[in-house]
């Protein structure tokens, strides 16, 4: 079984940024892509940003250019850093691997942008 777990959330100013971090633990077979998803209260969950094996990369239209996923070489580590930040970018944000037998998720990063 994969476990999943996100640190880095926090609360920030508008404008600022954070650096989300997502480990994956656990026997992981046929890896094929890590995601970032956000849900904010009364909204469906959404993929924010996606990575796969070779390293093809998605954003969503409301965070690219401010917002950029990584992963750290062949390891099952990434990041999200986002940066000008806005009120509206406010959620939980989920990491989630899915691989050939697995789609694990983590419990989440609550991240508040507020004055």
């Known amino acids: 079984q994969v476990q999943v777990e996100e640190s880095g959330g926090g609360l920030v100013q508008p404008g600022g940024s954070l650096r989300l971090s997502c480990t994956a633990s656990?026997?992981?077979?046929?890896?094929?892509?890590m995601n970032w998803f956000r849900q904010a209260p009364g909204t469906q969950r959404e993929l924010v940003a996606s990575?796969?094996?070779?390293?093809?990369?998605k954003y969503l239209d409301a965070v690219r250019g401010r917002f950029t996923i990584s992963r750290v070489g062949a390891k099952n580590l990434i990041y999200l850093h986002m940066g000008l930040l806005k009120p509206e970018d406010t959620a939980i944000y989920f990491c989630?691997?899915?691989?050939?037998?697995?789609?694990?998720w983590g419990q989440g990063t609550q991240v508040t942008v507020s004055s």
């Open positions: 656990g026997n992981i077979f046929g890896l094929r892509e």
């Open positions: 990575i796969d094996t070779h390293g093809r990369i």
């Open positions: 989630n691997f899915v691989s050939a037998y697995d789609n694990a």
